[in-house]
């Protein structure tokens, strides 16, 4: 259930037999040929159809993230660490107020860091807090282990049917990029000289069977991982 298709009313009702919600980050960035919104495409993918299985709600996302090192590349658009906290802070604190108190983060960017006012909330007991990274939870990385390869930013581990806004060139349907050294870029050189289009290394696309298997572990992990969190509601 989105907040999108619901009234306030609605919302009331559903506040009367849970107090989950899941809240999606990501950001909006260059991912090589895929979508600038690939880090929000994602989860929200995923955030969906953990919600239809859960029966819970899932709040608009917060479509900006730390995106900076990026900003060499049309498109990106970036907000401050302390933005980012204070935009994720009020947005759990409006809906804390409401009644709902168990809150899934569904992070897309590994850029984004969980604001530590939200952490001292989860500590105290305020709050039940969960921040998923999809790509760096057991069920992603198991399966990368099981092909040999490793998920990395634009790369094939992010090149859904649903991420892609085009088709990649034919000579790197099959090809498989050499891995970036960031540290260049951290002596003086051009980010954008050092990544080249924005693959951080590794093949660009596998077969959609596989990137179907991964998305379907990752549903599962994460719908299991919401499923613990509910708790019985006054």
């Not at 994602?42 to 900003?71: C, Q, T």
């Not at 809906?95 to 952490?119: D, E, V």
């Not at 921040?131 to 198991?142: D, F, G, I, L, Q």
């Not at 085009?166 to 870029?185: I, Q, W, Y």
Request: no cysteine.
């Amino acid at each position: 259930m989105r907040l999108q298709d619901l009234n306030w009313k609605d919302v009331e009702s559903y506040l009367k037999h849970d107090n989950r919600i899941i809240l999606i980050t990501g950001a909006t960035e260059q991912h090589a040929y895929l979508s600038l919104l690939t880090d929000i495409l994602i989860p929200s993918r995923i955030a969906l159809a953990v919600a239809e299985r859960e029966n819970v709600l899932v709040a608009p996302p917060l479509n900006f993230g730390l995106s900076g090192m990026f900003g060499e590349f049309p498109g990106t658009i970036s907000l401050s660490q302390e933005t980012f906290d204070a935009a994720l802070g009020e947005i759990v604190e409006s809906l804390l107020h409401q009644g709902f108190s168990n809150f899934f983060i569904m992070n897309g960017h590994g850029g984004n860091k969980l604001p530590a006012h939200l952490h001292d909330l989860h500590m105290e007991g305020t709050i039940r807090l969960v921040w998923y990274e999809w790509w760096r939870e057991p069920a992603a990385t198991a399966f990368a282990s099981e092909l040999g390869m490793e998920i990395d930013h634009a790369n094939w581990g992010e090149n859904f049917p649903f991420t892609r806004v085009g088709d990649l060139p034919p000579d790197l349907v099959d090809a498989e990029k050499p891995h970036v050294n960031l540290e260049l870029s951290e002596e003086g050189g051009s980010l954008r000289d050092v990544i080249g289009d924005g693959n951080f290394g590794g093949r660009y696309q596998i077969s959609d069977d596989y990137m179907t298997a991964l998305y379907l572990r990752v549903v599962d992990e994460a719908a299991a991982l919401l499923h613990s969190m509910k708790t019985p509601t006054p």
